[in-house]
Nanobody, 118 residues
Framework: QLQLVELGGGLVQPGGSLKPSCVAS????????MSWLRQAPGKEREFVAT????????NYSYSARGRFRISKDNEKKTEYLQMSNLKPEDTTVYYC???????????WGQGTQVTVSS
């Protein structure tokens, strides 16, 4: 069964860290570039970070650069987002995305809530 399951969200104080993960099953993970996006209520989904199929290249949004680090473990079929120096404005639901451009195939996880509050 094809699935993307996000784990590891939660509540953290400002300045703290979290490392949500996204575990894939049911498709050839190694062929997919992986991304994290986030969406607050009433707002459009916002790009956070993306990483190439091999994990060799990554890009970040302006707000994420220098604080977040995306990684991809093809053996474990898992994507990670190491988030540091978290701010209250980072509070929202984070979604993982898998995209295989050559096959026009794309999958989404169910989302994980991240709350930054004192």
């Amino acid at each position: 069964q094809l699935q993307l399951v996000e784990l590891g969200g939660g509540l953290v104080q400002p300045g703290g860290s979290l490392k949500p993960s996204c575990v894939a099953s049911g498709f050839a993970f190694i062929n997919y570039s992986m991304s994290w996006l986030r969406q607050a209520p009433g707002k459009e989904r916002e790009f956070v970070a993306t990483i190439a199929t091999t994990g060799s290249r990554a890009n970040y949004s302006y707000s994420a650069r220098g604080r977040f680090r995306i990684s991809k473990d093809n053996e474990k079929k898992t994507e990670y987002l190491q988030m540091s120096n978290l701010k209250p404005e980072d509070t929202t639901v984070y979604y993982c995305n898998a995209r295989y451009v050559a096959a026009a195939d794309e999958h989404w996880g169910q989302g994980t809530q991240v709350t930054v509050s004192s």
